[in-house]
Structure formats: C-alpha cells, structure tokens
C-alpha cells in the first residue's frame, strides 16, 4: 500500500513538475496587423508570425500571440510587458533595446502608384515631384526616410496602408513605398476590382536586403537564451524544407502591379 501511494505522489509531482515547466515554455509575443505576414484573419496568423512560431516550437517554446497598434507592440515590448515583438524591419535603434533575431522574411518594397502618372524612378531624386504617402512607425530604407525628413519629396503621414491605397485612388497622394505582397493582399481582399486595376507596382525594389525580424526585450533576463534558441530553431526550419513552403503560401501573381 505504501509503495503504491509513493508511486501515485511521485507521479503527482513529475506531472506538476511538467507542468510547471511547460508553463515556462509559453511564450507572449506582442504583433501588428499586415496581411498577409501577419494578421488575425488567418488561422495560421500569417505567413511570417508561422515561421516565427514554427522555429520557437522547434526549440522547445509555444507561442501565444496578442494582436494591437504597431506602435503600441514597440512601445510595450520595450518596456518588457512582452517576452517579445514580431515582426520588424532591422533598425540600428532598435538594437539598443532589443536583441534581435536572424532575418525572418525578406519582403519586397516597391512603390505602388496609380497608373495615370506614368511613374518611374530610378533614385530618390526622382520623387522629388510626387506627393508620397508615408506610415510613421514602418521602416522603409535610411535613403527613403532621409529623403523625406529633407523635403526631398512632400510626404503625409497617414495611419495604415488601407488609408494609403484609399487616398492615392482619391488623387490625394500619388505614390506609396509598400511592401508588394501587402499592397497585393489588400486590394485583393479590400478593393473592387476596378479599383485595383487603377494602381501599379513599379518593379524597381527600394532594397534587395530588406530583411524582417523577431525583437526579445533587453529588460527580460531570459531573452538572451530565447534568442539563441529562436535561432536555432528558424535555421532547423529552413534546413527541413518547411520555411520554403511556408513563405510560399502568398496569393498574389507574380507579376502584380506592374504595368504593360
């Protein structure tokens, strides 16, 4: 009788222990809305939150994700109410803050214009004409950003890419630097048809190296290891053959946007 209630208590505490340990293992990272890499209407919550998520469970970790303004999952991840934040462009100044991730998608910045203007460009002086619109938390390229702080270009700075693609159909702006599968998605998923047709993407890409990123506050003593790990598991991940397929899941034609 004795053994057998050793047995039953010694089975109760390795499974609290589990427990416990599992419960370490949980991991709440703070994301934004951008369809198709990262958004609350899909199961999977986006081709770029399952890599990050896929690679934490390769390593051992789940991943619970909370959905809210851009700004608000900096802000709040730098101050450490977050094991962490996904995902961003690379940004010198982040680093003083976070500890960043190996790149998790490489997007493809381009932009968009509506197709009366016959828009080209080749460097940014060529903008100089243009009325651009601009989201104040994204990162675009140094160049871009320079450009405008410079007066370069007018730019207007406006809330969401919706408004963006809402306000070049208007004739308000002219152009946009967007990311091409984004741009893509919304006017697939937000727009008529008509509506769509009426803007391009011009095939020049801002940047060949835009790479995107999984950020773990520096305030949380634990990051350090969770980034090793992360990283461990998204080079696992590409190893299997997994990443290839998961980046694969963007529904835009190749050759959206550009003009004929």
Not at 187 to 205: H, V
């Amino acid at each position: 009788m004795k053994k057998w209630i050793s047995s039953v208590v010694l089975c109760f505490c390795a499974l609290i222990s589990t427990q416990v340990h599992a419960e370490k293992k949980v991991l709440q990272i703070a994301t934004g809305e951008l369809a198709p890499y990262a958004t609350q209407t899909r199961t999977d919550r986006g081709i770029a939150l399952s890599i990050v998520r896929r690679a934490f469970e390769l390593a051992g970790y789940r991943v619970e994700y909370t959905f809210m303004p851009w700004s608000r999952t900096l802000a709040e991840s730098k101050m450490g109410k977050w094991d962490g934040t996904a995902y961003w462009g690379k940004k010198p100044e982040h680093a003083a803050q976070f500890f960043i991730s190996e790149n998790v998608v490489t997007e493809q910045w381009v932009f968009v214009y509506r197709n009366d203007l016959k828009f080209q460009w080749d460097t940014v002086q060529d903008l100089k004409s243009y009325r651009v619109g601009m989201i104040q938390d994204y990162t675009y390229t140094p160049e871009i950003w320079k450009a405008a702080n410079d007066g370069v270009f007018k730019s207007e700075k406006l809330l969401d890419e919706k408004t963006l693609l809402k306000m070049m159909l208007l004739q308000r702006i002219d152009i946009a630097p967007l990311e091409r599968n984004v741009a893509c998605d919304m006017l697939l998923n937000s727009f008529t048809p008509q509506e769509a047709a009426k803007l391009s993407a011009f095939p020049k890409l801002m940047t060949d190296s835009f790479t995107t990123h999984l950020m773990l506050p520096r305030r949380k003593a634990e990051s350090a290891q969770r980034l090793q790990d992360f990283n461990r598991g998204l080079e696992r991940l590409r190893a299997s053959g997994e990443y290839a397929k998961l980046l694969a899941q963007v529904n835009c034609p190749t050759g959206w946007g550009v003009s004929k």
